[in-house]
């Protein structure tokens, strides 16, 4: 017997047919709306796409973002908030690097200096990284600049409320990405929006879990003592401001780097007692790397980089030779500029070393084997170093630093365009896509599929997630639709003139 389903909803045919005809959904009661270009994710991403098109001539009219966010800053924001970046804090991230200003200029730097009537930061940009560290911008300045940006190019006119169930490829060419609206705002449960473009921006699918932290949380519906660093966990300094305590923090990168600030920040501000045990899986104890030009400092269990790759890798050497590579060369060079890194801050290493000094940071090499609650409520952490020595470490907070959940398997719209999309994973188990940021077997007729951001690691260009890569990905797709006709070429004449429009804050 056929399970019946509500009319204006999905029907089995639909779920199980890769491409989907007009008629098929009508038939099932979904409306459909038409756009020439779709955009999924509504984060930076769809953002800077928007910006690069807009710019080169296309309508807001024509685009449709389809996000449940807001504003494109939502997301990115909430997670350096509670990753222990608040607005006034500085991101890791180059001067030039604006998602608000394809150009980037005038940088950050400038932007900053003029705001706060001072030319410290135009100096720190000059003798960089000898003299000072590298200049990056806070967090709130890149809030404010992308809104302003937004408001320039009618962002919220192109904005659709929704959240996006999956992308099919259509009949005849184009595809349809089919839309679950907010609840009440349309007499349908679904929508689908018909389109020759799609672009999927969409970010990270989840949080990234340690086996042994993901394993405990689990086993003892603990989601409070042991804590990611990409959700709130704000309970774990408040407790430590009202009671001696200890934290074991597990990673090395940019994020556990924050972390250790905050709770050192927090000591030495408030006089607090705690005790801090960094828990390193792979200890870096000085420079490291292949060969004589891709090594890298490190130190004290770190590994140090300014920014997320070698600035090569945006525009220079690096990123010639990573499109160039192909297959084992790509992934080989991909692991030697790769890996957790963080900067190396002066202010951050005085604090490290001042902890070490004092007794209260402890830095260790060794595997945790797992994690379990203790009689007095507090945590002990089975470790085992490379000697096969087994220990203990007894604390009232585990704080897990790993990063972000890459996995395209956990992503609903990414999965079901593995299979049925007709989208393939790369070497490193990413969307495949070529030069022009296309997916690689999702083509529908004249229509093309593109994505940019974290789900397109692995491919020609090394630097995708971070600012500067999503711009590169929206010049290259925005290239590719001026071929095809959607949009103008951005020559100088035109370049030059949208700047002036820019730095003028006039619409596009």
Request: glycine share 12%; net charge positive.
């Amino acid at each position: 017997m056929q399970a019946s389903h509500a009319h204006g909803d999905l029907t089995p045919q639909l779920i199980g047919t890769p491409i989907w005809y007009d008629q098929a959904v009508a038939a099932a009661g979904i409306p459909i709306y038409d756009v020439p270009m779709v955009s999924v994710g509504g984060g930076l991403g769809s953002f800077i796409l928007t910006d690069v098109l807009r710019i080169q001539g296309a309508p807001a009219s024509a685009i449709k973002v389809v996000s449940n966010s807001e504003t494109p800053w939502q997301s990115w924001e909430y997670l350096t908030r509670v990753s222990q970046l608040p607005a006034h804090e500085r991101i890791r991230s180059d001067a030039g690097a604006r998602p608000d200003n394809l150009w980037g200029f005038p940088s950050y730097a400038l932007h900053e200096a003029w705001q706060d009537k001072s030319l410290a930061l135009v100096w720190q940009v000059l003798v960089e990284p000898v003299f000072a560290d590298f200049f990056s911008p806070r967090a709130g300045t890149v809030f404010a600049t992308v809104q302003k940006e937004a408001q320039r190019i009618g962002y919220w006119d192109m904005l659709a409320s929704g959240q996006v169930r999956m992308v099919r490829r259509r009949a005849g060419g184009g595809y349809f990405t089919l839309v679950t609206p907010p609840a009440g705002t349309t007499p349908t449960k679904r929508i689908a929006i018909r389109s020759r473009y799609v672009h999927l921006a969409v970010g990270y699918p989840g949080l990234k879990f340690l086996p042994d932290l993901q394993e405990f949380r689990e086993t003892h519906n603990d989601y409070h003592r042991v804590v990611n660093a990409y959700e709130p966990h704000e309970h774990v300094y408040e407790f430590l401001k009202s009671r001696p305590g200890a934290v074991v923090v597990r990673g090395a990168g940019i994020v556990a780097s924050r972390v250790l600030q905050r709770l050192i920040d927090d000591r030495e501000r408030l006089g607090l007692q705690t005790q801090i045990v960094q828990v390193f899986r792979t200890y870096i104890a000085g420079t490291h790397g292949p060969g004589v030009w891709m090594r890298r400092k490190g130190g004290d269990g770190w590994a140090y980089q300014a920014f997320t790759f070698p600035k090569s890798a945006f525009g220079g050497q690096l990123k010639a030779q990573f499109r160039a590579a192909q297959g084992d060369k790509r992934k080989e060079l991909s692991k030697a500029v790769g890996g957790t890194t963080t900067p190396r801050l002066r202010r951050w290493q005085g604090q490290l070393q001042r902890g070490r000094q004092g007794g209260w940071y402890h830095a260790v090499q060794a595997i945790v084997e797992k994690v379990e609650p203790t009689r007095d409520g507090r945590l002990l952490s089975h470790i085992r170093s490379d000697n096969g020595q087994r220990n203990q470490i007894a604390s009232d907070f585990v704080i897990d630093c790993t990063g972000l959940e890459a996995d395209m398997a956990e992503h609903r719209v990414l999965a079901d365009l593995l299979q049925n999309g007709g989208a393939r994973r790369n070497g490193a188990g990413r969307l495949a896509v070529g030069p022009n940021f296309e997916v690689l077997g999702a083509e529908s007729g004249d229509g093309a599929l593109y994505a940019s951001g974290a789900a397109t690691g692995g491919n020609h260009f090394l630097a995708v997630d971070s600012f500067m890569g999503m711009q590169t990905a929206a010049l290259d797709i925005a290239a590719d639709l001026a071929r095809r006709g959607f949009v103008r070429r951005l020559g100088p004449v035109r370049s030059t003139g949208q700047w002036v429009k820019w730095a003028l804050g006039r619409p596009v």
